[in-house]
């Protein structure tokens, strides 16, 4: 069955960098494309960014649009969230979604806290 794993959240200084990955198993990972959320305390999840399935094109929400970029490795069935320039706001469960013709998997999410 289909698997989805984030990893790569921390706690992070405002202003501070992470690199965040997500790996699919069970999957035609490279027929799909891809898409990052998050999950602020006591907010809905909100979109963040999506690649298509050769990496060639993405698409960011306003809030991220210069500051983060997403990217995918099909040899590794692996999608990334580069988050720079991070700021308090930015404080939330980050999750993956790769949807294919029978559903839509999430991963448990990976825990981004910017703090100083």
């Known amino acids: 069955q289909v698997q989805v794993v984030e990893s790569g959240g921390a706690l992070v200084q405002p202003g501070g960098s992470l690199r965040l990955s997500c790996a699919v198993s069970g999957s035609i990972f490279s027929s799909y494309a891809m898409e990052w959320y998050r999950q602020a305390p006591g907010k809905q999840r909100e979109w963040v960014a999506v690649?298509?399935?050769?990496?060639?094109?993405?698409n960011y929400a306003d809030s991220v649009k210069g500051r983060f970029t997403i990217s995918r490795d099909n040899t590794k069935n692996t999608v990334y969230l580069q988050v720079n320039s991070l700021k308090a706001e930015d404080t939330a469960v980050y999750y993956c979604?790769?949807?294919?013709?029978?559903?839509?998997?999430w991963g448990q999410g990976t825990q981004v806290t910017v703090s100083s």
């Open positions: 690649i298509n399935t050769g990496g060639g094109s993405t």
């Open positions: 979604l790769y949807r294919d013709f029978r559903s839509a998997y």
